[in-house]
């Protein structure tokens, strides 16, 4: 859908994660082998990806100032069940909280947001306002006030609708 580029850093596969599904036409990659194979899972775990999918949408949608586009159960409820570890780097000391074993998407995703808080960037990760579309972008914005996932699709679309409804 976006034309935007990628999330920076781990945050590209909360992003990628949201972006499995197409709300508009319903396809949703995650019904593939394929789709499940891209981010470690199997059949056995594709309920709790979607939950922890519309989890992530609803804390996107937030940040772009809207409300959930359900109810879903809190992302906080759903991280604070991932194990993760603290890594400490032997040549430089840094530390990052990683996934615990050959990490589970659950931890994956707790680690990105982690180290998104840290680098401050969480926040810039949204869901396009688009009640057909919530398509998880990265704001680039200079202000951090984009609304869109692309102003070509989404954006001219809402102000189209707005100008039909002013009578125009």
Same mark, same amino acid.
């Given at each position: 859908?976006? +034309?935007?580029? #990628? #999330? !920076?850093?781990?945050?590209?596969?909360?992003?990628?994660?949201?972006?499995?599904?197409?709300?508009?036409?319903?396809?949703?990659?995650? /019904?593939?082998?394929?789709?499940?194979?891209?981010?470690?899972?199997?059949?056995? /775990?594709?309920?709790?990806?979607? +939950?922890? &999918?519309? =989890? $992530?949408?609803?804390?996107?949608?937030?940040?772009? *100032?809207? !409300?959930?586009? &359900? #109810?879903?159960?809190?992302?906080?409820?759903? $991280?604070?069940?991932?194990?993760?570890?603290?890594?400490?780097? +032997? &040549? /430089?000391? =840094?530390?990052t909280l990683a996934p615990?074993?050959?990490?589970?998407?659950?931890?994956?995703?707790?680690? #990105?947001?982690?180290?998104?808080?840290?680098?401050?960037?969480? =926040?810039?990760?949204?869901?396009?306002?688009?009640?057909?579309?919530?398509?998880?972008?990265?704001?680039?914005?200079?202000? *951090?006030? *984009?609304?869109?996932?692309?102003?070509?699709?989404?954006?001219?679309?809402?102000?189209?609708?707005?100008?039909?409804?002013? *009578?125009?």
């Amino acid at each position: 859908m976006s +034309e935007r580029s #990628a #999330a !920076p850093g781990g945050l590209a596969l909360v992003e990628s994660l949201v972006n499995t599904v197409d709300l508009e036409d319903g396809a949703d990659s995650l /019904d593939t082998a394929e789709g499940r194979e891209r981010f470690g899972i199997s059949e056995k /775990d594709l309920a709790q990806a979607r +939950e922890l &999918r519309e =989890s $992530l949408r609803a804390v996107l949608l937030a940040h772009a *100032g809207h !409300p959930p586009h &359900r #109810a879903v159960t809190p992302l906080g409820e759903l $991280l604070a069940r991932a194990p993760l570890y603290v890594a400490v780097d +032997e &040549r /430089d000391g =840094s530390a990052t909280l990683a996934p615990a074993a050959d990490g589970p998407l659950l931890s994956r995703v707790a680690a #990105a947001v982690a180290e998104a808080l840290v680098a401050g960037t969480w =926040s810039r990760l949204k869901a396009c306002e688009a009640a057909t579309c919530h398509w998880a972008y990265y704001d680039r914005s200079p202000a *951090g006030r *984009g609304r869109w996932c692309s102003m070509r699709v989404c954006g001219a679309r809402e102000k189209m609708r707005r100008y039909r409804a002013k *009578g125009a």
